[in-house]
């Protein structure tokens, strides 16, 4: 019984030790999140964009008084080329302002809304958003990142 104690604990040492072989350190390099540069532009960008909204939502009644989604929503427009006058742009800032106007109109009548009107937010006017930022990022790089087949003869 003491053998295997000690096989164990020089097993745990050898797999700690700096000289470890190359299986040592495949394991330890798992669970590591690398982002390439398009990544972290794509997520300092939303960051920006939706942060501010989702930060005046969570504090319950801010988030009832601000229009933190049509603030979103008018910048993102704002900063995109066709931005309001592109049909996605006509539906998503009514979208907007319709979710906002809810929460300011429930809170008048001392109401809540449990969260629903964010929840509605944050899918379709989060995912616009992500949508149209990687939409953004893949036409300013030109397609560089898809390759295109090459043709056998």
Not at 11 to 30: F, H, I, L, M, N
Not at 78 to 85: D, E, I, M, Y
Not at 86 to 109: E, H, K, Q, R, W
Request: proline fraction near 7%; aromatic fraction near 10%; charge should be negative.
């Amino acid at each position: 019984m003491p053998d295997d104690k000690e096989e164990k604990t020089s097993q745990s040492a050898a797999e700690t030790s700096p000289e470890a072989g190359p299986e040592q350190e495949e394991k330890k390099g798992r669970g590591k999140v690398v982002l390439t540069k398009s990544a972290k532009k794509l997520l300092t960008k939303l960051l920006k964009r939706l942060g501010l909204g989702l930060l005046a939502e969570i504090v319950p009644y801010l988030g009832g008084v601000a229009p933190a989604w049509t603030i979103a929503v008018y910048y993102h427009l704002n900063s995109t080329p066709g931005g309001f006058t592109n049909p996605v742009g006509l539906i998503i800032f009514p979208l907007a302002l319709i979710l906002d106007l809810v929460g300011l109109i429930l809170l008048c009548f001392g109401l809540d809304d449990f969260w629903i009107a964010d929840a509605v937010g944050l899918v379709f006017i989060g995912g616009f958003m992500i949508f149209d930022v990687i939409f953004q990022m893949v036409f300013e790089s030109g397609g560089e990142s898809t390759p295109e087949p090459e043709e056998s003869t």
